[in-house]
């Protein structure tokens, strides 16, 4: 999920989100006002999915929230602040996300990556905790098969996936995203239609959220085959993949993600090792 470098459209100067970071537990009280908070931003990110930005009033958001009139002012301070709340939010989930299941890849912990596996189809940000907190596993692990690239010789010395290896890496980031974008369609299909609706603000944390987020892979690539492609070169190829792997939120309707899971994955292994 990410249009790194581009060029957005002018967005207008709306206050930007507040910052979602670690809450204390605090009273009942506290804890209830988060709530409502969370429920807003799982509201908007829906009804922007379905209608986009410019579809939805604040009033339709606080009444599919249970909010109702001014208390919706309360817990934002407007339309826009939602989105880029919910965007940067998942962008920073989806950085910490990829760094944390490539090092348990390298250093051979599969138990523990498989832990790391986003479960939750809430797109929104944590509010009662961090926004960085670890995703949880979906369901069982994917199918494991994968084509054997032809492009190094590299890959004919070791198994695809196996354990601690540049391959393993390259699998743990294709199961990771798969995951999230079974998990996380709205979010896409947000992204995909209104990332230019960001204000200034948020578009920057975003956009260099998203380019940490790339070259996470790109370093994988470049650690899987060193001396396939230059950077930039493997940078299409990691944004190529993301295109693939982010469609398909558009287009599985009606299908169980078990039966996808799998398919996808091994379509995405295919187009970085082609």
């Given at each position: 999920?990410?249009?790194?470098?581009?060029?957005?459209?002018?967005?207008?100067?709306e206050?930007?989100?507040?910052?979602?970071?670690?809450?204390?537990?605090?009273?009942?009280?506290d804890?209830?006002?988060?709530?409502?908070?969370?429920?807003?931003?799982?509201?908007?990110?829906?009804?922007?999915?379905?209608?986009?930005?410019?579809?939805?009033?604040?009033?339709?958001?606080?009444?599919?929230?249970g909010?109702?009139?001014?208390?919706?002012?309360?817990?934002?301070?407007?339309?826009?602040?939602?989105?880029?709340a919910?965007?940067?939010?998942?962008?920073?989930?989806?950085?910490e996300?990829?760094?944390?299941?490539?090092?348990?890849?390298a250093a051979?912990?599969?138990?523990?990556?498989?832990?790391?596996m986003?479960?939750?189809?809430t797109?929104v940000?944590?509010?009662?905790?961090?926004?960085?907190?670890?995703?949880?596993?979906?369901?069982?692990?994917?199918?494991?098969?994968?084509?054997?690239?032809?492009?190094?010789?590299?890959?004919?010395?070791?198994?695809?996936?196996?354990p601690?290896?540049?391959?393993?890496v390259l699998?743990a980031?294709?199961?990771?995203?798969?995951?999230?974008?079974?998990?996380e369609?709205?979010?896409?299909?947000?992204?995909?239609?209104d990332?230019d609706?960001?204000s200034?603000d948020d578009?920057?944390t975003v956009?260099?959220?998203?380019?940490?987020?790339?070259?996470?892979?790109?370093?994988?690539?470049a650690?899987a085959?060193?001396?396939?492609?230059?950077?930039?070169?493997?940078?299409?190829?990691?944004?190529?993949?993301?295109?693939?792997?982010n469609?398909?939120?558009?287009?599985?309707?009606?299908?169980?993600?078990?039966?996808?899971?799998?398919?996808?994955?091994?379509?995405?292994?295919?187009?970085?090792?082609?």
């Amino acid at each position: 999920m990410t249009r790194a470098n581009d060029e957005p459209r002018a967005a207008t100067d709306e206050p930007r989100a507040e910052a979602v970071g670690p809450r204390p537990a605090g009273t009942a009280r506290d804890r209830a006002k988060a709530d409502r908070r969370a429920a807003l931003l799982a509201a908007a990110a829906r009804l922007f999915a379905e209608r986009g930005f410019d579809g939805v009033t604040l009033g339709d958001i606080g009444e599919a929230a249970g909010v109702s009139g001014p208390a919706v002012y309360r817990h934002v301070s407007g339309k826009q602040a939602l989105l880029g709340a919910i965007l940067v939010d998942v962008s920073e989930r989806l950085l910490e996300g990829v760094r944390r299941v490539a090092e348990l890849a390298a250093a051979d912990t599969t138990a523990e990556l498989r832990a790391d596996m986003p479960r939750s189809a809430t797109p929104v940000p944590r509010v009662a905790e961090s926004p960085r907190s670890r995703a949880q596993p979906a369901s069982a692990a994917p199918d494991r098969r994968v084509a054997e690239s032809p492009r190094s010789p590299a890959h004919t010395a070791s198994t695809p996936g196996s354990p601690g290896t540049p391959d393993a890496v390259l699998r743990a980031l294709v199961d990771f995203h798969v995951e999230f974008a079974l998990a996380e369609a709205d979010v896409i299909r947000v992204q995909d239609r209104d990332l230019d609706r960001l204000s200034p603000d948020d578009r920057r944390t975003v956009r260099r959220l998203q380019n940490a987020y790339v070259a996470m892979w790109t370093e994988a690539l470049a650690a899987a085959n060193p001396d396939a492609e230059n950077p930039a070169e493997r940078r299409v190829r990691a944004l190529a993949c993301f295109g693939l792997i982010n469609s398909t939120p558009h287009s599985v309707r009606g299908v169980p993600a078990a039966r996808v899971r799998p398919t996808l994955t091994r379509m995405a292994l295919a187009a970085l090792t082609a």
